[in-house]
Each structure stands twice: as C-alpha cells, then as structure tokens.
C-alpha cells in the first residue's frame, strides 16, 4: 500500500481512482465527473463531440458559441480525406456579450443561411457549447427550421461543456450520427453484405488500411464512422450487415443503438499491434462463415506477419527490458498498447485512460502484471509520480502529456489524433515499434540522465 | 488604404485569436510560484493548457473547478472553494489566479465573494487574483492585459521611491523578454519586468523536476511598482480600463510611458531613447555596434524586401510593431489584421501607411477567410503572423514567417526572437530568406514561363493567328 499513501494524504477524493495490481480487491473507481483543482487531463462534452464528428468531410462543422471552442478545435487532428476538405475549416457564431444577453438564436439562424449559400453543403453540424446551454438558445428548433428552409440536413449536437465529461460528447455524437443515418419514412431499406467500421478516424489514413484488409479478404467496407465518411456515405450506413467497433468508448453505444434499431450486428476489434490485428480479423471471417473468406484471412495474416515479424524481432532486441507507462483517452487503446509493448519485450509499469470503462479497466488488471499502477482521470502530478517511481523509460499519451514526460527526461509516444503516420495494422505495429525506438533509443538521452541537473551540467562544462 | 471593421458579423471562418480566459493565463505563468484555476468546466482548462503546451513545450497546469450541471443549476460555490483547496494541497502556490469562464460568467458567479470566503473560512493568508474572463467578452489579447491589471491592483502596496523602472510586456516570446533584460542590464538599469515568464515558460532541462517552476516577476517586486520612478508600459493599442500602467499612474503617481514593441530599426530607437532619458545613461557601445549591424543588414537585403508584399496578422502590438518594421524594410504590407477589435490599431496603421504605394488593408474583428481572400486579392508573396496562418501559405501558396502565438506545427516557438536591434536583425533575416527561398524555387520556371519560345511551336501557334502580340514575340 505504500505507493498510495503519500496520495490518499494529498487529495483524498482520489484515492479510490488509483491502484496498485495485486494490492487492492476493490473495484476502481472511473466514470466519475472530475475533481475540482486537480487538473484533471480531460476535456469537455464538446471536444468529444467534436472529435467523433469532425472527420466527416463534407459537413460544415459550425459552433454555436463564443470563439474560444472553435478556435481550440480548428484542424488540430490528423483525419484525411479523399474527397471534400470542408472538415478543415472551422466555423463559429462567434457570440459577443450582446448575444449572449440578447440570445443567439437568430444570429445562428443567419449564420446557416449564410454558409449554406457560401458553400452549398447538404449536411451542417451545429454544436451547442457552455453558454448556450446556459442561455437557453432552442438548437432543435432553429437547426430544423433551417433544415426545412434550405432542403438538407442539420443537425443539432447537443454537446454544451457542463452537462458531464468528454464521454457525454460521444453520446451526443453519436445521437447526431443516429439522426442523419435514420431512413426517410418510407425508405426500403435493402441490406448488403457489407461492413460499417466505426471507431476509427481515418487518421494518417488508418481506415484505408484496414479497408484494404477486408478487401484482401473478400469483404467490402461500407462506410467508417467517422473517418473519411461524408454524406452520401454515411447515408447508406443502415444497408450494412455488421458494425465493427475499434474505439468502443466513443462508438460503443452506436453500435448497441444500430444493433436495436436496425439489426445490426457488432463486435469488438482492435487493429492496433500485431496480435490484435490478426484476432480481429479472424474474428471478423468467422461471422461470415464462409470457407473462402477464412483462407483468405489466414493467407493475409500470414503474409502481413512474415513480412512484419523480421523487423519487430530487430526492434525488440534494442528494446527488451525497458518499462513503459501508458496515459491515453479510452479504455480500448489502453489494452491493446499492453499487448503491443509485450510484442516489442516492453512491460506496462502504469496505466491510466481519461474515460475508461468499468470492464475496460477489468481487463486491464487481468493484463498487467503485478505492481503495475492503474489510474483513472489522472493529473500530472500523480503521472509524474508514479513515472518516477515506477522508473518507465517512456510515456505514450497525448499533446498535453508529452512536454511533462520530456522534462522527466523520459521517452515519448504521440498516441493522438494529430500524429502523422499510421499506427494501425501490420503497417501500424511497425510504425509502432520504430518510433518507440526512435524515441527510447535516442542519444539525446545520454546527456539527461543522473548528470541531468544543473550542478552536474556544470561540472560538465568545466571538466 | 481600406479600412474594414466587421464589427458585427454571423460567421467567423478560421479565427484569427482566441478567447479572454487563454490570454489571462499567461501573465500568471510569470509571477513567481503562481497557478491558476479557471472557473468553469472542465474543458476550458484543458483546451486552453494544450494549446500553451504546444506552443512553448512545456508543461502548462491550470485547474478548473470543473462544474458540472448540478453545479450549474446550483452555483459552484462549493467547486470552486474545493478547487482552491486542492491546488494549496498539490501546488503550494505563492499567489493564485481565479479566472472565470463564459459558463461562470453567465450564471452569475462572484468570484471576489467566494474567494474571500474561502481564505476566511480556512484562516489563510494568500494572495488571491481574480478576473473575469468570460469567453465572449473579448479576445486573449485583452484578456492578456486584463489579467496584467488585476495582479498589479491586487498585489500593487504604498512604497516608498526605490529608484527602479516597471517594464510592462505584453505577450512576447520567452526569448523576447530575455532580450529585453539583456539591454536593461547592459544600460545598468534596475528594473521589474512583468510579466516576466522567461524562464518559466521556457525551462531548461533540470532535475528534479518542479510543478511550479522557478523565475517570474517575485511578489514583492510587484508589490513595489508603485514605488518605481517610471513605468514604461510595452503596447499602444491597449484599453485603458485594462493597463496596469494607467493604474499605476492614476492610484500611486507613477509617471507611464507607453512604446511599441521594441521590433524594426525606429521602434528600438524609440525604445532605447526612452531608457536613456528616464534614467541618464548612456546607449553603450556594445549597442550601438548591434544597431550598426542591423543597418547593415537591411542595407544588404534591401532589393529582396523589396520584392515583398506582405501580410501581417496576430495580436494588435504585434501587428503595429510588424507593419512598422516591414515599412522601413520595403516589404510594404497588402493586409495588416487582428481578430482584436481595436480602433487604435487602425488609427495608427492608417497613419503608418500613408507612406505605402499601394493600398494596404487594415481589417479588424476579422477572420482568416477574409485575409486570405484580400491577401490573395493583393498578390501577397509573404506572411508574418502566427501559425494559424499556415492555409495562406497551404491553399494560396503565400509562404509563412511564424512569429507570435500560437506556433504549434513548428517547434521553437518560444524561442523565436524579434525585438532589439539583434533580435530584429535576427527576424529580418528570416523574412528575407523566406522570399530568397521563394524566389530560388520558382525563378528558372517562371522566367521560362515568360520568355522561353519554342520557335517550332510558336511558329504553328502564329500560324493559327493568336494575334498582334504573338506574332510580336515570334518575329
């Protein structure tokens, strides 16, 4: 128990959110709101409504707030596209005190029309923020009478910051994604034999990586949620015969949605690491229950994991041994990185996610070993005590985490939206391994370790 | 010259700043073991660190009351007192920020009220901020400024003549303020430099590592301005209501001086000038060598500058001291923006360009939608602003200088430095190698482009009759 104490003494509030594997029999606590002053890293219902909802390329993404939330938001992560860029461009009602006093609504009303003449969209996503939660401002009904004016679809998401944390974002997505993909009233709808892959944001063009894969297989990708998806797409979402779900934190609850209300079936998959791959896409063959489709599946694993193995067999020499700490978003990237640092002979000493689940952090505890730190919705000063006692020698985790780890003098992984290459599939699992030993295995590190401080800096210079 | 106000508009496409409580975290991070909480939800804070972390990577804690819709209904009394204690307990802060939120704003929280309650309630004696920073009620740069007057308000005591000058910065790079420090001490000038984030957002690499790290402007130095024989105040776009040299001057007599940025040849001059005659020293040698140096470089780059139209964006000082500077180089500006509005900015750019032979917008309030359609508009061939700017050089192939905040696709933003004759020279030599680069690329096609026939094809295109002045070129 000793690695709590110092803690339970500093913020008791957050004892029950960190533990020791094999130390507590209670369960963690997560999915709680965050605790005032401790400089939770998670962000807002809106970032997670944002996050889920900005790949899709051909919608106008048009925040009904002040210009903060749009600025902070505007083309900061990595989705690609094959067709419209429009996704990139960051709108705002830009609300002044004037409107707030006064109300936005017919502001918004304007601003629709005027992009709607601008650019001729056919789908408009309006995201509420704080204020307009507060300010009362009717999203449903300005966004339908614009609907109704112009002949498309907009859609309100209702994301104001206050109403929960970032996983409530996911809802409200989620619930404008039902929204759009619902048929008209009396629309057929006359099932494929294709596949929706939801969780996945197409980011340094993982969708179409793993589209290739099913293809290789013979299967065919209907449409990512929401990655490279637009709205001609999207709109043939509910013809699919199966959901796979990657990023189960966010798309989890779309996929029971779809289940429901279209009969759709979903399973759970991970493209990241190699043994995730390989067990996703068997599992993916064997619900088609089709001979063809399970040989060609083998033939692809085969191939991708000969053509891949020599080269994580390299890396993991130069990197067994070493310990990493793992601070990320979601439950699911959180147990497929144990697993892919196992592939590369690299232990989990700490893990935390923003928003895990409960049975996300189950499995957790069943994969890691013994000692290992768990931690939910954690802030830089536990991630840098524990770091420190845990002796990690690198942290995979997002934007905010990095220049934390840096000053540590530990390695770092950007396991986030903005990064620039795939980290997805066979590809991915390499791409993986070679920037962990980019960044473990810089000389940089050299000069940083005991001797990093000031006085021994000095010395340095002198001798 | 056109002048553009939108001052009431439906749409802002890529904006061009960011929102008041962003702005106010920074003179905060350089005040000696300060931390802030932002009351509000839990987003903000998180946007806001993300985006000051990528900008001078380094890690940037803010604490957020993080409310949620009970508090709301509620108030948030009770998260905010809890807030505060939690930050005592992690941080140890000398002194604490509270910034409010548009959320907290709205539904009318008193921030001052609860403050003080808690440090009654809790029989301590520290020094709480506060600034109401709703979102929507201005832009970071007057959120900057704001904060800048509330510390000084709040920590600001009676004391008696100590002889020193306020420096007041506005929002400038860590290596800016360095720079500024270096001539202070080569004029042998006692000062207080506020906010002074130098070395806090810009640390060396040391062990052990510190949650608050050292450096910025002590608490008793701030508490002394008043005591300090002038103020000179960076910035001449700023808001009375918000200058905490006015505040310094009006409470306590402190006689203020405000100057631009010290950026270009003339606005160090002025700078510099101005040190001089508060203080009787002499510019020393070293100096002027430095001036000596900056003129000559201006004098070997004088013909590529020339080749410049520029586009100048970012926060209103910045864009003030930019467009002086590209004035005196030739690199006549086509657009000069802010996001800000600011009536001074226009008046004195309107001023500053009288001199520009061809029309130079000025567009306040504005967005990135439109500076790119006038940039473009205006054949533009350079822009100097931060890297929110980059689809001018991505969708309009107008190459992009990055200065200012945020910088956050390339590192070193909190390294780049462009005041003082050095500095500038330094950023002078950016810009002119941008437009080298520029030209060294695209010269050997365009001349061909242009002059280059191909007299077989020429002679068949002729032959079609293309007119006068192709059969002009072929003859």
Known sequence: ?463 | MSKENAAYRDVNENPCNMCMPMGAILPFKGVEKAMVIMHGSQGCATYMRRHIAEHFNEPIDVASSSMNEKDTVHGGEPNLKKGLANIIKLYQPAVIGVLTTCLAETIGEDIDRIAGKFLRENGLDLPIVTVPTPGYGGRHTEGYFLAMKKIVESLARPTEGHGKINVLVPHLSPADLREIKRILHLMDIEYTLFPDFSDTLDRPFEKPYKKIPDGGTRLADIAAMPGAIATIEIGVTLDERSSAGHYLAEKFGVPLHQVPIPTGLEFTDGFLKLLQQLTGRDIPASLVMERGRLLDCMIDAHKYNFQGRSVIFGEPDQVYAHSQFCMENGIYPVVAATGSKNDKLAALLSELFTDCPHEAAILTQTDFARIRAVSANGAANIAIGHSDGRYLEEREGIPLVRVGFPIHDRVGGQRLLSVGYAGTTMFLDRITNTLLEHKYRNYRQSMYDQFYQDTENCRSECAEGRGDENELYCS
């Open chain 1, 1 to 463: 128990m000793r690695d709590t104490e110092r803690l339970e003494a500093a913020i008791e509030e957050r004892k029950d959110s960190i533990q020791t594997k094999g130390k507590q029999k209670q369960q963690l606590k997560c999915d709680t709101n965050s605790v005032a002053g401790c400089v939770s890293q998670r962000a807002c219902v809106y970032c997670g409504a944002r996050v889920v909802l900005n790949p899709v390329t051909d919608a106008i993404h048009l925040v009904h707030g002040p210009i903060g939330c749009a600025s902070y938001t505007w083309d900061i992560r990595g989705s690609l596209t094959s067709g419209s860029d429009l996704y990139r461009f960051s709108f705002s009602t830009d609300l002044q005190e004037m409107d707030v006093i006064f109300g936005g609504e017919k502001k918004l009303a304007r601003a629709i029309d005027g992009l709607v003449e601008k650019y001729q969209p056919k789908l408009i996503f309006v995201y509420s923020t704080c204020i307009v939660g507060v300010i009362g401002d009717d999203l449903e009904a300005v966004c339908k009478a614009a609907a109704r004016r112009h002949g498309i679809e907009v859609i309100p998401v209702q994301s104001s910051g206050f109403i929960g944390n970032k996983s409530a974002g996911y809802r409200a997505a989620c619930d404008a994604l039902l929204k759009l993909i619902k048929p008209a009233e009396n629309e057929q709808i006359s099932k494929n034999n294709t596949i929706n892959y939801l969780g996945d944001f197409n980011l340094a063009g993982e969708v179409w990586i793993i589209k290739d894969y099913l293809q290789r297989m013979g299967l065919a990708l209907n449409v990512a949620f929401t990655g490279d998806s637009n709205y001609e797409t999207l709109k043939t979402a509910t013809k699919a015969s199966l959901n796979i779900v990657q990023c189960a934190g966010s798309m989890i609850y779309l996929a029971n949605q779809m289940k429901e209300i279209y009969d759709i079936p979903y399973h759970n998959v991970s493209f990241l690491g190699l043994e995730d791959t390989s067990d996703s896409l068997r599992r993916i063959a064997r619900t088609y229950n089709d001979l063809e489709i399970m040989r060609r599946t083998e033939e692809l694993i085969k191939a991708e994991t000969a053509a891949v193995a020599p080269l994580l067999a390299r890396y993991r020499e130069k990197l067994r041994g070493k310990k990493a700490a793992i601070y990320v978003g979601g439950g699911f990237k959180a147990i497929s990185l144990i697993k892919q640092f196992r592939e590369i002979g690299i232990d989990v000493v700490m893990i935390g996610t923003q928003t895990g689940r409960q049975e996300e952090y189950d499995t957790i505890n069943d994969l890691v070993d013994d000692g290992t730190v768990i931690l939910d919705d954690a802030n830089p000063s536990e991630l840098e005590r524990f770091m420190v006692e845990k002796g990690a020698h690198l942290l995979v985790g997002g934007v905010k985490e990095r220049p934390l780890a840096y000053k540590l003098g530990i390695a770092f992984i950007d396991h986030n939206h903005d990064r620039k290459h795939p980290l997805s599939g066979y590809v991915g699992a390499v791409n993986f391994a070679q920037e962990v030993y980019s960044t473990v295995c810089s000389p940089v590190w050299k000069y940083t370790g005991e001797g990093g401080g000031l006085d021994e800096q000095r010395k340095c210079c002198l001798s």
